[in-house]
């Protein structure tokens, strides 16, 4: 999928909803992109992880 076209878009989200592909998501504060950063250089991460700023 190299752009946003909701044809290209529909058989994911068909695969998700059904439970035949699970996202793994985590959200962790910005003050944490360091050790994420680390983690994903070892391969210890999986999915996605999303910052978030606080204040």
Do not use: C, F, W, Y
């Amino acid at each position: 999928m190299a752009r946003n076209e909701p044809g290209q878009l529909a058989e994911p989200v068909t695969l998700i909803d059904k439970g035949v592909v699970a996202v793994e998501a985590e959200t962790r504060p910005l003050t944490a992109l360091l050790g994420v950063h680390r983690a994903a250089e070892r391969g210890l991460v999986r999915g996605k992880v999303t910052l978030s700023v606080e204040g």
